[in-house]
């Protein structure tokens, strides 16, 4: 199963939390922009007047200067302040208006506002001021008609208010803004999407372990608890379910016994000699098979307990136990891989699987060569190869059915029920794991491959 947050290749993450987080961030930014937006155009706005103001207090100031002085001064004054604070001032007959245009109404009261701010005596009033605007370079003109001559004085000043964005603490308040904002749906999305997670671990442990998975906690908020209660139901009833099964398996081999008993002790007396070995090889195997059938429903109820086990030890005591019953193909075993590797799990159920699949790769293959390494991330993979006629294509799935053999077991009387790969299968997937069968090429035998969780 993969579990990673993104597909390569992929814009869309596939996590729900990283999906979610994402669509909000994306949102969250639109609205940040959109308020950074009005706040900009009203700060231009800000920004503007304050310039006026500025542009008004100063001309207003150097208007007085001059008016104040004896008329003959006036052309050395205007000299001098001409060029402070980047103002073009200059003393002409008529006002200069080339290529200007009218200031808007507000501004030019705004200004207006701004010279009678300072108080002048009535004799040094101009007898008429005018304002202009133009545009590149952006420029401020205002002209006052000195009181006492036909004369103007004129000062262009350099328009330029400062951008909003040069304000301190508007980058940093913008920052704050979105990192507060990032946090805090990142502190959402984590809470909102804890629940799901949650319940996906509940189902795995369910699925491994039946009989010990805890119940999910049935509280939070109405969904959710809604949620834990259906899972718990559910969960309840596959356990009940496994049980009946588990108890209808032990029950018919328990009641069977007793009358394979009794034919038993029938078949003794029978006269004929053939007939009362035939009858007694039915019924052993008979029995072998309800043995292995109570074996397989003990299984499924998995009462056994979870703990550390060493891989390694594991399968080399298999081998020798395998070897000591087929002392024969002993040469032919043989074991690869490192010497300790631990793992969870539930001991005597791997072993069973284990001697299995180890037994098979001796009674169909003649040979036994297992290999343990490292698979990819958290996972252990356990190669066990023969030298066999291996399993036709269309059989490598099937042979995992209970009570499924092959041809050539039944003719070489191997005598088998056929529970083993499926008694295998079910308690290596209970562990998080699973068994896959393969013909090696050219005929060669046959690999089967188990991969178990670390
Ligand atoms: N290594 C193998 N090479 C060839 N055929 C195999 C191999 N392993 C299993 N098979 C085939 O798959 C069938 C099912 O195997 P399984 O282990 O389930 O049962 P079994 O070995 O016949 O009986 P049991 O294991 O219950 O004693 C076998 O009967 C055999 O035909
Ligand atoms: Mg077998």
């Known amino acids: 199963m993969k579990t990673g947050w993104w597909r390569p290749g992929r814009f869309w993450p596939a996590s729900l ?53 004896p008329p003959e001064r006036r052309a050395v004054i205007v000299a ?82 400062s951008p909003p964005w040069a304000q301190p603490g508007f980058a940093s308040a913008f920052l704050v803004m979105f990192v507060l904002g990032g946090l805090l749906i990142f ?41 834990a209660v259906a899972f718990n139901t559910m969960a309840a009833r596959i356990r009940r379910f496994v049980e009946d099964r588990t108890f209808l398996l032990t029950a018919i081999g328990h009641d069977l016994r007793t009358p394979i008993t009794r034919l038993r002790l029938r078949a003794e007396f029978l006269e004929d000699d053939a007939q009362r070995e035939k009858i007694l090889a039915d019924l052993a195997e008979l029995e072998a098979m309800l043995a292995a059938t109570i074996a397989f429903g003990r299984d499924v109820a998995q009462t056994e307990a979870s703990v550390p086990v060493d891989l390694a030890i594991l399968l ?36 069973r699987a284990f001697a299995n699949l180890i037994g098979n790769a001796v009674k169909y293959g003649h040979a036994a060569r297992v290999s343990l390494q490292k698979a990819e991330r958290h996972t252990m993979r356990i190669d066990i190869e023969d030298d066999g006629p291996g399993v036709p294509p269309g059989e490598l799935e099937r042979v995992f059915e209970p009570f499924r053999r092959l041809e050539i077991s039944r003719n070489r009387e191997t005598g088998g029920s056929g529970l083993g790969l499926a008694i295998a299968r079910n308690a290596i997937r209970a562990h998080g794991g699973d068994i896959t069968l393969a013909n090696r090429p050219g005929g060669k035998g046959l690999v089967a491959s188990v991969y178990l969780p670390e």
């Open 316 to 351: 080399r005591t298999v081998i020798d136990e395998t070897a000591d019953i087929a002392p024969g193909a002993a040469r032919r075993m043989r074991y690869q891989g490192p010497d300790h590797v631990t793992i969870r799990g539930r001991p005597l159920a791997l072993k």
């Open 80 to 161: 001098a302040i001409n060029g402070e604070a980047g103002d073009r001032v200059s003393l002409d007959s008529s006002p200069p208006f080339a290529d200007s245009f009218t200031l808007p109404l507000p501004t030019r009261q705004m200004i207006q506002g701004s010279l009678l701010a300072f108080p002048t005596p009535e004799f040094l009033q101009p007898r008429q001021v005018m304002m202009r605007g133009s545009m590149s370079p952006s420029t401020l003109i205002l002209s006052f008609q000195l009181p006492d001559s036909p004369d103007w004085l004129t000062v262009r000043s350099p328009f330029r208010p």
């Open 17 to 69: 939390a990283w999906r979610t987080g994402l669509t909000l961030l994306l949102g969250f930014s639109i609205i940040q922009a959109v308020g950074l937006g009005i706040h900009v155009l009203n700060q231009i706005d800000v920004n503007r007047v304050v310039a006026e103001r500025a542009i008004a207090s100063r001309d207003g100031a150097i208007y007085r200067r001059v008016a104040s002085a």
């Open 187 to 227: 502190w959402g999305v984590v809470r909102l999407t804890a629940p799901v997670r949650t319940l996906a671990a509940a189902a795995e442990q369910l699925g491994r372990d039946i009989a010990h998975a805890p119940a999910l906690p049935e509280r939070g908020p109405v969904e959710i608890a809604t949620a």
